[in-house]
């Protein structure tokens, strides 16, 4: 009777043991990456996907990890080029599960300067407030380069980390879930800056709930796209709803800009 106890206890502890293996496998950083220059990144397709700044030190619960990892498989089975901006900041906090991305570019805070061509640009990581919205600010500048046509910008919401103390208003109906929801996912945990405040934008449109209210949500923490692309008609659109119309554009045909929010890759892949 012992020994079948003993075996089983052995059974357990190798299954368990096996499972911390793999966990700890996966969570292993991409040590010393290689880096390319701007001028390597060659954009022929129809999309491309921008990962910006996946990282511990700015998204300590790792919140955004499964999305962005799910969005960097899905753009890898579809043959979407994938870039990672990356800082100076310790490459062990960085959390790609994935390490052989098309592009690797150092980015200081978000920005990007390329030739870019892809018409859909898929955009995870974070901050959405700071380095991603960056990132964007920096798409829309060179599209504005090029002769006017239209442009995707798709978000996977898992995917995308944003520090809601910049994009929450106490004015909110919702203010009040918003400070109870941070309440409970940092339980307990030091009073740090890696931690304050720092969500998916997934988890606030769960705390938001109301569609018409997520909508004027995104409207309002969207980068400034009227001064960089004035002449666009500009569409809101949330997993697949009837867009909302944020600027007119000029002209009887003006280029489209569409904003698209969607849940996950795993439910709406590229």
């Known amino acids: 009777m012992h020994s079948l106890s003993l075996r089983g206890s052995m059974i357990r502890g190798f299954w368990i043991g096996a499972l911390l293996f ?9 040590l010393k990456p290689v880096f390319n220059s701007p001028e390597e990144v060659k954009l022929t ?3 491309v996907l921008i990962a910006t700044h996946p990282s511990r030190a700015f998204d300590g619960r790792m919140a955004s990890k499964v999305g962005m990892d799910a969005a960097v498989k899905a753009a890898k089975a579809r043959k979407i080029p ?3 901006l990356q800082d100076d900041g310790d490459e062990r906090d960085y959390f790609f599960e994935d390490c052989e991305p098309d592009y690797r570019l150092f980015s200081r805070d978000g920005d990007i300067r390329v030739d870019l061509r892809p018409s859909q640009v898929i955009t995870v990581g974070g901050h959405w407030e700071l380095c991603q919205s960056r990132t964007l600010h920096d798409v829309m500048y060179l ?15 898992d995917g995308t980390y944003m520090k809601g103390s910049l994009s929450f208003e106490e004015s909110d ?4 879930d918003f400070t109870r929801f941070m309440g409970i996912v940092n339980y307990d945990r030091p ?3 890696v931690f304050n405040n720092k969500l998916t934008l997934l988890e606030a449109m769960g705390i938001i709930s109301r569609e018409f209210r997520q ?3 995104l409207a309002r923490i969207l980068p400034h796209y009227a001064r960089t692309l004035p002449g666009h008609r500009v569409e809101l659109r949330l997993n697949g709803s009837v867009p909302r119309i944020l600027q007119k554009g000029k002209g009887p045909k003006p280029p489209v800009l569409t904003f ?3 849940s996950s890759a795993m439910e709406f892949g590229p």
Do not use: H
């Open 22 to 30: 793999s966990i700890s496998a996966k969570a292993a950083p991409c």
């Open 143 to 157: 599209w504005s380069r090029q002769p006017a046509r239209d442009l995707r910008i798709t978000v996977y919401m």
């Open 215 to 217: 909508l004027d949500f």
């Open 45 to 47: 397709g129809r999309s």
């Open 260 to 262: 698209e929010f969607l």
């Open 191 to 193: 009073g740090s800056e």
């Open 173 to 176: 109906p919702y203010y009040g």
């Open 82 to 84: 994938v870039i990672y």
